[in-house]
């Protein structure tokens, strides 16, 4: 915790529940409305015909860790990506060499992360932010459109991340999809994992 910053209520339900103490009337439900509830992914069951360019898939399934990246030049107008701090969130899909999908999480709109807002709008396009990745394992999401190439990355990692249990048969398309219009999205193809 950083300094002269006060515990949130999760670290406060853990604490009393490691603890075995209870806590006091009508705080169990406002402790409650500060956890982030599960991500709803919207995936499709297929891959959707999205914008294809060169991307790059870390996976370690071991160490529960995922950096997916992808590059254009000239597909994204700052516009494709609507607004994630107000109303437009992001699902990652990957899919197998059948085309099953494999995985799928995401992260709202709109949301909090420890306090402060982890979608910010940057001069280049929009960040996601949340150290603890809580909401779909999801830690970090760089959508960069304004330049001379478009760069998007997603970083997930920890237990919440949710991960095939083997891995997937290559190549593995990957997906980032906008959930209030799944025909803008944006993927690659991936013949081998780094």
């Known amino acids: 915790m950083r300094p002269g910053r006060f515990p949130s209520g999760r670290w406060l339900a853990f604490a009393l529940a490691v603890s075995g103490a209870s806590m006091a009337p009508g705080l169990e439900a406002r402790v409650a409305a500060q956890v982030p509830p599960p991500p709803v992914a919207q995936c499709a069951i297929a891959p959707l015909p999205c914008a294809q360019s060169a991307g790059k898939l870390a996976l370690d399934l071991a160490a529960r860790r995922l950096v997916w990246k992808w590059s254009a030049r000239g597909v994204v107008e700052l516009r494709d990506l609507a607004h994630p701090t107000i109303n437009t969130g992001y699902d990652l899909c990957l899919y197998d060499a059948n085309d099953a999908l494999v995985m799928a999480t995401g992260v709202p709109p709109a949301s909090v992360c420890n306090g402060t807002a982890c979608w910010r709008a940057r001069p280049w396009g929009f960040q996601y932010r949340d150290h603890d990745a809580l909401t779909g394992?999801?830690?970090?999401?760089?959508?960069?459109?304004?330049?001379?190439r478009d760069r998007f990355s997603v970083k997930g990692e920890g237990e919440l991340l949710p991960l095939p249990a083997t891995e997937p048969a290559l190549p593995i398309t990957v997906q980032l999809v906008r959930t209030d219009d799944p025909t803008q999205c944006w993927g690659s193809s991936i013949a081998e994992l780094r």
């Open 137 to 148: 394992g999801i830690s970090k999401i760089m959508l960069h459109a304004l330049g001379r």
